[in-house]
């Protein structure tokens, strides 16, 4: 049986996917696997988020515009409820999530938790998201944002960005 | 030193307590509170264990990224000044969560500013090694990649505290402490494998910072009774599959591992190099020129 309640909380989940990432502005908050939750009760909206990385400035900035989305569409009394746990993962992140991604020039993420992160040790090959070469080569561990790493395409000769897998 | 004059953060229940008079005024909502006195003991014996033991997980977060924060526009590659700066704000984010975390357990209504900002160096928990200054960037990569080694240690076992906040931010923490290390790892191969310049740099980094390293093992009561709780670590059952680690990177990077001899301590009782003061003077003098601020 539908509530009430669930189908408010269908709505609410709607309206934001209006809220994308500051930095990725291609992915929603949920396709991101930021937006956890929406709790509809008696006092009124809880949404439920958690951090991408434990620093990451963007995070002010999306429970900001939940909030704002929110309020443009008439929700009183809404707040954010941060969570730590379960960790967030890229693993959350769809295929058509990841395809979105690949198409607006940034290396979809891989598995999370490989053998890749052991030191020292030789790391999947990444796939250009412009020419698909996989003959890449990683130019920074880190990029311009906490979720992304700079590679360069040798087939392309392109820079490009990796979404990092954690 | 005379509390009255200190301005340090501390509780509002504290502040009628203690018998000193604040200055009328409301208390602004980071906590801080005019003349109140710091709550924590230098002793390394205090009343909440559990909030000291949170205070050295995240001071030692706090000032490694701030150290590593100092390099932002100074760093020889550009790569590397977005990796020091990125590494720089993870660890600020896990200090923040943990500063917060360690407020709602001590439940003075210090929030995680006023802890960060209105300590003196007296009163932070933080081990020695991370407090150094930043050197040439070998000390800096080795610094971090000896932390690091360790971090995904601890991390690895809070995720299973019992405190399931604090094991929330460690599950979280640990991915951001492994991309870390498998960085620094890296970097202490190419440095060390890599021109006798760097080399030898790498090399001599490794030997003054090697005695500093020995304090991350170190274990009194307060990590004992974190340990009882089933929300710490067993700092010192840490050291061998430490050393797996160091010595596997290290022999690759061609580097000697020194001798274990004196190492500092004193750390996580308020026993710090000179360095830490001048830092946190850099570090907290916003905060301290205009209390109760935000963005």
Sequence with gaps: MVTIADARREQILDWLEEVKDPEVPVLSVRELGVLRDVEVTGEGVVVVMTPTYSGCPAMHAMEAEVLATLARHGVPNAS??????PAWTTDWMSDEAKAKLAAYGIAPPGRAESDDLVP????????????????????????????KAILYCNGCHQPFELFKAI | MTSGKRETGDGKREEAGIGEPGTGNPAPDNG???????????????????????LRLADDRLVLGHRLSEWCGHAPILEEDIALANIALDLIGQASMLLKLAGEVEGKGRTEDALAYFRDAI???????????????????????????????????????SNKTLAGIAAKALKEAKYHLRHTAEWVRMLGDGTAESHARAQRALDDLWPYAAELFLADEIDAQAVASGSGVDAEALRDRWRQTVDRVLSEATLVVP?????????RIGRHTEHLGRMLADMQSLARAHPGATW
């Design chain 1, 80 to 85: 954010v409820r941060t969570v730590y746990s």
């Design chain 2, 123 to 161: 009163e932070f928990r933080n081990v020695q090694l991370v407090e150094l200054p930043n050197g040439d960037f070998a000390v800096t990569i080795v610094r971090q990649f000896l932390f690091d080694a360790w971090d995904v240690l601890v991390l690895e076992r809070l995720m299973g505290a």
């Design chain 2, 259 to 267: 001798k274990d001899g004196f190492a500092p301590r004193g750390g």
């Design chain 2, 32 to 54: 801080w509170v005019p003349g109140a006195r710091p709550a924590t003991a230098t002793s390394g014996v205090a009343e909440n264990s559990f909030f000291e033991y949170l």
């Design chain 1, 120 to 147: 020292l040790r030789r790391r999947a090959p990444v796939e250009c998201p412009y020419c698909h070469s996989v003959n890449t080569i990683v130019r920074s561990e880190f990029g311009s944002t906490a979720c």
